[in-house]
């Protein structure tokens, strides 16, 4: 008798946690994981971003498909996104498998091989600063422009599978216009950041049996959360949306880079993306590549 009791003590427990647990539930769809993105990178009434720029460690796969190759990389990140008054901005540093500098200010961009002792010029003005050019109305020169408007420039829909191993949601986004070399662009958006947004625009509702209003859960983003110490993004405590873009070309290449350690809104300082030429290296513009030596 006193092991049914038990029993039945811990299947009324189980209930009664499943119909909270379903009480709480939270649907997440297309629609909800596209504006999770869009929100944390478009700008509002203030004229500002919730996510105005962002630093992060990377990892970085490339899949060759003629070569069958895969060629892999890692370093740091740190980019400024562009404005209606300001262009892109971004410095990559690369470890491995060699060090590398990748900058640009939006007028100009540095690709720095330290063991080669040379620095390749070029100028990119006339992408990010040509006369008329708008990062809210312009179809995205660059992926990182249009991070604020994917809905406008690419047709989205999850990817086969919709999720990830981890439980991420995949989208999966083809240009509506014709985009330099790109064919697809694959996105993992964080779940715990689909299901902050959800939580955060439902309007609370009447559970049966006459409940007070409750708003469905959040997720509990405790210190045990992969990004660590969580910034306030968009009037919560959010983490990054984005944990890996992939980038597939029109000849069947494609490259993937995953996010970790990621700190926003660092108010740069300008010269975070000027790069100071070394002494002694030499300076090459593309128009002289070609060219003998």
């Given at each position: 008798?006193?092991?049914?009791?038990?029993?039945?003590?811990?299947?009324l427990?189980?209930?009664?946690?499943?119909?909270s647990?379903?009480a709480?539930?939270?649907?997440v769809?297309?629609?909800d994981?596209?504006?999770?993105?869009?929100t944390s990178?478009?700008?509002g009434?203030?004229?500002e971003?919730?996510?105005?720029?962002?630093?992060?460690?990377?990892?970085?796969?490339?899949?060759l498909?003629?070569?069958?190759r895969?060629?892999r990389?890692?370093?740091?990140?740190?980019?400024?996104l562009?404005?209606?008054?300001?262009?892109?901005?971004?410095r990559?540093?690369?470890?491995?498998?060699?060090q590398?500098?990748?900058?640009?200010?939006?007028?100009?961009?540095?690709i720095?091989?330290?063991?080669?002792?040379?620095?390749?010029?070029?100028?990119?003005?006339?992408?990010y600063?040509?006369p008329?050019f708008?990062?809210?109305?312009?179809p995205?020169?660059n992926?990182?422009?249009?991070l604020g408007?994917i809905?406008?420039?690419?047709?989205?829909?999850?990817?086969?599978?919709?999720?990830?191993s981890?439980?991420?949601y995949v989208l999966?986004?083809?240009?509506?216009?014709?985009?330099?070399?790109?064919?697809?662009?694959?996105?993992v958006?964080?779940?715990?950041s689909?299901?902050?947004?959800?939580s955060?625009?439902?309007?609370?509702?009447?559970?049966p049996g006459?409940?007070?209003?409750?708003?469905?859960a959040?997720?509990?983003?405790?210190?045990?959360?992969?990004?660590?110490p969580?910034p306030?993004v968009?009037?919560?405590?959010?983490?990054?949306?984005l944990?890996?873009?992939?980038v597939?070309?029109?000849?069947?290449?494609?490259?993937?880079?995953e996010?970790?350690?990621?700190?926003?809104?660092?108010r740069?300082?300008?010269?975070?993306?000027?790069?100071?030429?070394?002494p002694?290296?030499?300076v090459?513009?593309?128009?002289?590549?070609?060219q003998?030596?």
């Open positions: 008798m006193k092991r049914f009791t038990v029993l039945m003590a811990a299947l427990l189980l209930s009664v946690c499943g119909t647990f379903a709480q539930q939270v649907i769809g297309l629609n994981v596209i504006a999770t993105v869009e990178f478009k700008a009434n203030s004229g971003a919730p996510i105005a720029d962002f630093t992060a460690d990377f990892f970085q796969s490339t899949l498909a003629k070569d069958k895969e060629m990389g890692d370093g740091q990140v740190s980019v400024k562009a404005t209606a008054n300001s262009p892109l901005m971004y990559f540093q690369y470890m491995r498998p060699y590398q500098e990748i900058v640009s200010d939006g007028n100009s961009l540095w720095y091989h330290p063991e080669n002792r040379e620095v390749i010029l070029s100028d990119v003005s006339f992408i600063n040509r008329g708008n990062p809210d109305r312009d995205a020169v992926f990182l422009q249009g408007r809905s406008r420039d690419f047709q989205i829909n999850f990817a086969p599978g919709m999720y990830d981890a439980g991420n999966e986004l083809n240009p509506r216009r014709s985009m330099l070399n790109t064919h697809r662009i694959l996105l958006v964080s779940r715990s689909a299901i902050a947004h959800v955060q625009k439902t309007p609370a509702t009447t559970l006459g409940n007070q209003p409750r708003l469905p959040r997720p509990n983003f405790g210190s045990s959360d992969k990004f660590g969580l306030q968009g009037g919560m405590s959010d983490p990054f949306p944990l890996s873009t992939t597939e070309d029109l000849e069947g290449n494609s490259t993937t880079m996010f970790t350690n990621i700190r926003i809104n660092n740069f300082q300008q010269n975070t993306f000027t790069f100071v030429i070394p002694g290296v030499q090459v513009r593309p128009s002289e590549l070609n003998p030596r």
